[in-house]
């Protein structure tokens, strides 16, 4: 079964770090480009980061840009988000995404966020 | 940033009435424009990207439409597990960014 499971989400004090991992199964983490989108409890969805198959190209959102870092290890299969100086306001679920790579005929890629995981909860609070 | 804004905000139906939620960009994006539906507790799920490409394995009851600022979700028959909350997304710049859902409700 094609899958990702996030892990790592806790309570973390304002200031605080924590390191989430995204474990991928049934496909090769390597052949798609990846992203970490987040949720506060009963509000709207917020893209934060995304990064290529071999990890040489990454973006953020500009509110966790400078404190959070997107990485991978495609032998490992799995993806990260280091989180630095935490605030209130990051509390929510965090969920790993994978793109489905859909390009039309021109070559345009589009994003396609085919595989998302049940996410892990993330709460900064002292 | 990118806004994106959908209408309505929220919407009361029955079960097999025609549905369309409209998504408008603050500036123009192409095609660049996804939708997802997510139930209470669940992660999102992939209905429609490039504007109108209906996801593998989504009903045919489901039909995406515009380009530029203008687009919009169509749900022809609406069934009871189609209850749910339904976001667009814009992928033509970062940051990506989403509307802020519609709720679609008995």
Same mark, same amino acid.
Request: glycine share 10%; charged share 15%; aromatic share 10%.
């Given at each position: 079964e094609v899958q990702v499971v996030?892990?790592? &989400? &806790?309570?973390?004090?304002? &200031?605080?770090?924590?390191?989430?991992?995204?474990?991928?199964?049934?496909f090769s983490l390597s052949s798609y480009w990846m992203h970490w989108v987040r949720q506060v409890p009963g509000r709207g969805l917020m893209w934060l980061s995304n990064i290529n198959g071999d &990890?040489?190209?990454?973006?953020?959102?500009?509110?966790?840009?400078?404190?959070?870092?997107?990485?991978?290890d495609n032998a490992k299969n799995t993806l990260y988000l280091q989180m630095n100086s935490l605030r209130a306001e990051d509390t929510a679920v965090y969920h790993c995404v994978r793109d489905l790579d859909y390009s039309d005929a021109s070559g345009h890629h589009f994003d396609a966020f085919d595989i998302w995981g049940q996410g892990t909860m993330v709460t900064v609070s002292s | 940033?990118?806004?994106?804004?959908?209408?309505?905000?929220?919407?009361?139906?029955?079960?097999?009435?025609?549905?369309?939620?409209?998504?408008?960009?603050?500036?123009?994006?192409?095609n660049d424009l996804a939708w997802y539906q997510q139930k209470p507790g669940k992660a999102p799920k992939l209905l429609i990207y490039a504007a109108s490409t209906l996801q593998s394995g989504v009903p045919s009851r489901f039909s995406g439409g515009g380009s530029g600022t203008d687009f919009t979700l169509t749900i022809s028959s609406l069934q009871p597990e189609d209850f749910a909350t339904y976001y667009c997304l814009q992928d033509y710049s970062y940051p990506r960014t989403f509307g802020q859902g519609t709720k679609v409700e008995i």
């Amino acid at each position: 079964e094609v899958q990702v499971v996030e892990s790592g &989400g &806790g309570l973390v004090q304002p &200031g605080g770090s924590l390191r989430l991992s995204c474990a991928a199964s049934g496909f090769s983490l390597s052949s798609y480009w990846m992203h970490w989108v987040r949720q506060v409890p009963g509000r709207g969805l917020m893209w934060l980061s995304n990064i290529n198959g071999d &990890g040489s190209s990454t973006t953020y959102a500009d509110s966790v840009k400078g404190r959070f870092t997107i990485s991978r290890d495609n032998a490992k299969n799995t993806l990260y988000l280091q989180m630095n100086s935490l605030r209130a306001e990051d509390t929510a679920v965090y969920h790993c995404v994978r793109d489905l790579d859909y390009s039309d005929a021109s070559g345009h890629h589009f994003d396609a966020f085919d595989i998302w995981g049940q996410g892990t909860m993330v709460t900064v609070s002292s | 940033a990118i806004q994106l804004t959908q209408s309505p905000s929220s919407l009361s139906t029955t079960v097999g009435g025609r549905v369309t939620i409209t998504c408008r960009a603050s500036q123009g994006i192409t095609n660049d424009l996804a939708w997802y539906q997510q139930k209470p507790g669940k992660a999102p799920k992939l209905l429609i990207y490039a504007a109108s490409t209906l996801q593998s394995g989504v009903p045919s009851r489901f039909s995406g439409g515009g380009s530029g600022t203008d687009f919009t979700l169509t749900i022809s028959s609406l069934q009871p597990e189609d209850f749910a909350t339904y976001y667009c997304l814009q992928d033509y710049s970062y940051p990506r960014t989403f509307g802020q859902g519609t709720k679609v409700e008995i």
